[in-house]
Nanobody, 119 residues
Framework: QVQLVESGGGLVQIGGSLRLSCAASGSIFSIYRMGWYRQAPGMPRELVAAITRGGSTHYEDSVKGRFTISRDNAKNTVYLQMNSLKPEDTAVYYC?????????????WGQGTQVTVSS
């Protein structure tokens, strides 16, 4: 089992910045990828950014150059630095961890944190 606790959401003005944190605990050795997803009202959940155990990163096109995913292995924490925020970034952001134990794959989610970008 993996537990994920997110923090760092809130209300920010257009062009502002926020940093989301996701602290993992439990069977963290089994995690091979962590990511941030977001879901706006009436929209499907979408992948925003991900980072693998090896450090490879992936970004959704609309956030490239504005968002940065990183990790602190000593703290078992993944961060999402969000700069130049736009109203369309408003959503609930969820931390995700993909893990594998022997041949079984598992998918874990945090509780979500609201990000609201307003003028």
């Amino acid at each position: 089992q993996v537990q994920l606790v997110e923090s760092g959401g809130g209300l920010v003005q257009i062009g502002g910045s926020l940093r989301l944190s996701c602290a993992a605990s439990g069977s963290i050795f089994s995690i091979y990828r962590m990511g941030w997803y977001r879901q706006a009202p009436g929209m499907p959940r979408e992948l925003v950014a991900a980072i693998t155990r090896g450090g490879s990163t992936h970004y959704e096109d609309s956030v490239k150059g504005r968002f940065t995913i990183s990790r602190d292995n000593a703290k078992n924490t993944v961060y999402l630095q969000m700069n130049s925020l736009k109203p369309e970034d408003t959503a609930v952001y969820y931390c995700n961890a993909d893990s594998v134990v022997t041949t079984e794959m598992y998918d874990y989610w945090g509780q979500g944190t609201q990000v609201t970008v307003s003028s």
